[in-house]
């Protein structure tokens, strides 16, 4: 774990924690954010909001366990707000009983009541829409939908992770919420059409469709910018522009969209100024840092997308609430276990 400052003082200084919790400030200008995003996605942010209102941001990043430290440290918890990828995540920080409302108009009146969780528990800050990476060579179709990846056409060429990771959790959820008991005669199709079985992360599924190993690759948008933008790994730029993006089922109900978010903690010592960074998160200059850092979608609408964003084409959203969606994800994952789909075709 590692905690900093996101201020101009102190921005650069990171430190390794040593475990111990950081002393509960009842500063007013202060506010202790527990995230697991990555450092680099908010710390402009927070900086930005920093210099606006003059709170100083005290950020503890992870890549797991925060929810169970916010519940271990229980009242005497310092952490004020809860950042977080995934409904799964944040379905899971109100069921842990971390959570309380965001009373706020100002954010009932920037994000849409799909993007947000019962009671405002939760709160949608960008989305990300779980696409259809198809080849530009060997895929001459320019629309697709989630039904069709069942189809016998696509045998052998669908690459996708791990049925049991979030954000296909997710998506057969939704596809529940839409097909109901029909929803398992198609995962054991798509099943059925996968090349391998599922392993490696979304950027890795891209990657086989620019090897040849298949023709449909299963991901979230971003990750077309991460490969496009990551000077790191330049080969990732050829497996980006070997495919096009299909928005499945958006001339229908719409395509899956998830979301990053916060979550307001049930103990938050600093909660006005916690309510203040919500507050600038959903605001435009807030939505419109967000996205472009990571190329997501605002959840704010009239917030205009990144010009990368932009360039992969509009598309109709799923308006199927998420808190829906949630609620169908244990049921969603029983699922996957149950048709073998990580054993693979033909298993």
Known sequence: MRWTCACAATLAALFVMTGDSPARSEAAGEVNIYSFRQPYLIEPLLEEFSEETGIKTNVIFASKGLIERIQAEGRNSPADLLLTTDIGNLSQAVASGISQPVVSDTIDSAIPETYRGTNDEWIGLTGRARVVYASKERVDQDSITYEELADPK?????????????????????????????????????????????????????????????????????????????????????????????????????????????????????????????????????????????????????????????????????????????????????MIDKVGFNDGPSS
């Open 154 to 334: 696509w045998r052998g060429k669908i690459c996708i992770r791990s049925g049991q990771h979030p954000y296909n959790v997710a998506l057969v959820a939704s596809m529940l919420a839409h097909l109901g008991r029909e929803t398992e005669a198609w995962l054991r199709g798509v099943k059925e059409n996968l090349a391998r079985k599922p392993a490696g992360d979304d950027r890795l599924q891209v990657k086989g469709v620019y090897a040849g190993e298949c023709d449909l690759a299963i991901g979230n948008t971003y990750y077309m910018g991460k490969m496009l933008t990551d000077e790191k790994h330049p080969e990732q730029k050829e497996w980006a522009e070997s495919v096009k993006i299909l928005f499945p089922n958006t001339a229908g109900r719409g395509t899956h969209v998830n979301v990053s978010g916060v979550v307001l903690a049930k103990n938050a010592p600093n909660k006005d100024n916690a309510l203040k960074l919500i507050e600038f998160l959903a605001s435009d200059k807030g939505q419109t840092m967000y996205a472009e850092v990571n190329h997501e979608y605002p959840t704010k609408e009239g917030v205009a997308w990144s010009d990368l964003v932009e360039s992969w084409g509009t598309f109709k959203a799923d308006t199927v609430s998420l808190n829906e969606i949630a609620d169908m994800r244990r049921a969603a994952s029983e």
